[in-house]
T-cell receptor
Framework: GDSVTQMEGPVTLSEEAFLTINCTYT??????LFWYVQYPGEGLQLLLK?????DKGSNKGFEATYRKETTSFHLEKGSVQVSDSAVYFC??????????FGTGTSLTVIP | EPEVTQTPSHQVTQMGQEVILRCVPI?????FYWYRQILGQKVEFLVS????????KSEIFDDQFSVERPDGSNFTLKIRSTKLEDSAMYFC???????????FGSGTRLTVV
C-alpha cells in the first residue's frame, strides 16, 4: 500500500546551518507530495507541495523536489533560523484523497 | 485566512466514557476528515466524509467510532466507549477541489485515564 518513510529525528542544528530531512514514498499511481509543519501547540500547516515528477515546491526558504526515479521528496533549507524549530511531516495524497503521513521529524535550531 | 476550528483543545476522560470531539470546517469546503496521532507515532487516517456520508474509513475506525455533521457547520467524531489506547491527538481537516492540501485544525488532545 501507499506509505511514506521519513528520516528519524530529533534533529538539532545551529542557526544558519543547512537542513535536509529525507523522505521517500511508496505509492501506486501518481501521488501528490507535501511537507507539513507543526509548530508547538499548533495544528498541521501546509509548508509546500509538488503534484508531479520534477516539480519543485518552495516556501519560506524551504524546497523539495519530486523525484520519481528515486521516489523521494527531501526537504531542504539553506540557512535555518530559530523560528524554524518545529516538527516536519512528509505526506502523500493518494488517488482517493486520503493522506499518508510520515512519522514526523522534530527540528530544533539553536542560536 | 480561513481556519478549521477544533474544540476542546484538551479533553481528559475516564476509560469507558463517551467523548465527542468537535470541529468547524471551512465554510465552503465539502470534504471532511479525521486523523489521529498517538504520541511519537505517525499521523493516521481515520475517516473521510462527503455529502453527509462516510466515503472512506481505516481499520482503526471500528464500531466504537462515529462521525456526524449535525448541522451546516459542525463535524463531530464520537468515541462510544473510550479505551486507554484512544489517547492521542485528533486532527480534523477539510478540503475542496482546487486546493492541493488539506486545512487542518489545531487538534484535540484526548487523554483517557
Amino acid at each position: 500500500g501507499d506509505s511514506v518513510t521519513q528520516m528519524e529525528g530529533p534533529v538539532t542544528l545551529s542557526e544558519e546551518a543547512f537542513l535536509t530531512i529525507n523522505c521517500t514514498y511508496t505509492a501506486t499511481g501518481y501521488p501528490s507530495l507535501f511537507w507539513y509543519v507543526q509548530y508547538p501547540g499548533e495544528g498541521l500547516q501546509l509548508l509546500l507541495k509538488a503534484t508531479k515528477a520534477d516539480d519543485k515546491g518552495s516556501n519560506k526558504g524551504f524546497e523539495a523536489t519530486y523525484r520519481k526515479e528515486t521516489t523521494s521528496f527531501h526537504l531542504e533549507k539553506g540557512s535555518v533560523q530559530v523560528s524554524d524549530s518545529a516538527v516536519y511531516f512528509c505526506a502523500l495524497r493518494a488517488t482517493g484523497n486520503q493522506f499518508y503521513f510520515g512519522t514526523g521529524t522534530s527540528l530544533t535550531v539553536i542560536p | 485566512e480561513p481556519e478549521v476550528t477544533q474544540t476542546p483543545s484538551h479533553q481528559v476522560t475516564q476509560m469507558g466514557q463517551e467523548v465527542i470531539l468537535r470541529c468547524v470546517p471551512i465554510s465552503n469546503h465539502l470534504y471532511f476528515y479525521w486523523y489521529r496521532q498517538i504520541l511519537g507515532q505517525k499521523v493516521e487516517f481515520l475517516v473521510s466524509f462527503y455529502n453527509n456520508e462516510i466515503s472512506e474509513k481505516s481499520e482503526i475506525f471500528d464500531d466504537q467510532f462515529s462521525v456526524e455533521r449535525p448541522d451546516g457547520s459542525n463535524f463531530t467524531l464520537k468515541i462510544r466507549s473510550t479505551k486507554l489506547e484512544d489517547s492521542a491527538m485528533y486532527f480534523c481537516a477539510s478540503w475542496r477541489w482546487g486546493n492541493y492540501g488539506y486545512t487542518f485544525g489545531s487538534g484535540t488532545r484526548l487523554t483517557v485515564v
